[in-house]
């Protein structure tokens, strides 16, 4: 390689391992930094037991090409096992969610095991829900950050409640009455900026860049 800039920064954190890449420099650069860490300068480091592994690609193209020659990268190294690529949301994402926050209940910090935070009306998390952590709303839940616990919107009985999150990765979903299917029976594995709201009274996930589609009145306030 031409430059001693590091391309790959590499991040313990409680779901594994977080890569982070640089966003700016060709990716064969960044593949041939991945590849002289996996490979010699964080050899030892990254030998042990199964860990899961997850990539950030900032404001890269997420593309099918990009995340084959990833996978294929750490493919050298069989303990580490790819769960997610993503890059930043698009625009489109980012603006959807807007309208939908202006007229929540800002909230910031992690929601622990064992934890429940409980909120009338709508709800902004700026922070993770734990596994064994509990958020419960009267209205919207919209959480930037993990969502790897129980979230339940509309409590009392709003079916037109979704839950939103950066990271929808939950124990349960439930919204009003109805219960959520396992994630893993969701259909897709990187659950990266999604919803869930109710049709028919069944439970449905989508692409965060649909909810005005399918909930056109969150970017109104209640009461117009």
């Keep these: 390689m031409s430059t001693t800039k590091s391309l ?27 590849s002289h860490k996996l490979e010699h ?7 042990g037991p199964i860990v899961h592994v997850h990539v950030r690609l900032g404001k890269r193209p997420t593309t099918e090409e990009t995340k084959a020659a990833l996978k294929e ?10 769960q997610s690529i993503v890059g930043d949301p698009s625009e489109s994402e980012a603006s959807a969610v807007l309208p939908l926050v202006s007229a929540m209940k800002t909230i910031s910090g ?11 009306g709508d709800v902004l998390l700026v922070g993770d829900v734990n596994p064994g952590g509990t958020i419960t709303s009267t209205g919207h839940i919209l959480i930037l950050g993990s969502l790897r616990g129980l979230a339940h919107a509309g409590v009392d009985g709003d079916e037109n409640a979704v839950i939103a999150a950066s990271h929808l990765r939950p124990t ?3 919204i009003a009455g109805v219960v959520s299917r396992p994630p893993d029976e969701w259909g897709f594995e990187e659950a990266f900026m999604e919803f869930a709201y109710l049709r028919g009274g069944v439970m449905e996930i989508e692409k965060i860049h649909q909810l005005h589609r399918i909930r056109p009145q969150l970017g109104t ?4």
Excluded: M, W, Y
Aim: a negative charge; hydrophobic letters at 45%.
């Design 73 to 82: 990268a750490f493919a050298f190294r069989g303990n580490l096992l790819v």
């Design 8 to 34: 790959v920064t590499i991040k313990g954190v409680k779901e594994g391992l977080l890569f982070v890449l640089d966003d700016a420099a060709p990716l064969a650069d960044v593949l041939s930094d991945l």
């Design 172 to 174: 349960q979903l439930r």
């Design 110 to 120: 992690i929601v622990r095991s064992g934890q429940t935070l409980h909120h009338d």
């Design 221 to 224: 306030s209640k009461g117009e």
């Design 41 to 47: 300068t964080h050899s030892q480091f990254l030998t």
